[in-house]
């Protein structure tokens, strides 16, 4: 089973990136989701959440500019930022909760390897 984020980038300030966190093998399904950033010095923190149900909830930073979704037939949570600023340079992690089967049902975290987001200032 591996969690996959990619889509980081350079992007002048005001422009926007999407984020996709993708997993793959042996899974059911996924269940929540959160995208974490860590810029450098900081400690990572969440930036916004989506539940299985599709409820999200993004810290106030980043309100009304990220939009968080998911497509489970490709078993995929997308993170769409607009309106990007110099603050928001960060490694952006993905973490997800997995459902897995062996016997019986369970659940797993993973966590994606990062993507780089740069936007200069």
């Known amino acids: 089973v591996q969690l996959q984020a990619s889509g980081g980038g350079l992007v002048q300030p005001g422009g926007s990136l999407r984020l996709s966190c993708t997993a793959s093998?042996?899974?059911?399904?996924?269940?929540?989701v959160g995208w974490y950033r860590q810029a450098p010095g900081k400690q990572r923190e969440l930036v916004a959440h989506i539940t299985s149900g599709g409820s999200t909830l993004y810290t106030d930073p980043v309100k009304g500019r990220f939009t968080i979704s998911r497509d489970n037939a490709k078993n995929t949570v997308y993170l769409q930022m607009n309106s990007l600023k110099p603050e928001d340079t960060a490694v952006y992690y993905c973490?997800?909760?997995?459902?897995?089967?062996?016997?019986?049902?369970?659940?797993?975290?993973?966590w994606g390897q990062g993507t780089q987001v740069t936007v200069p200032a």
């Open positions: 093998g042996s899974i059911a399904s996924i269940d929540a």
């Open positions: 973490n997800a909760n997995l459902k897995q089967y062996r016997n019986s049902y369970y659940y797993r975290d993973y």
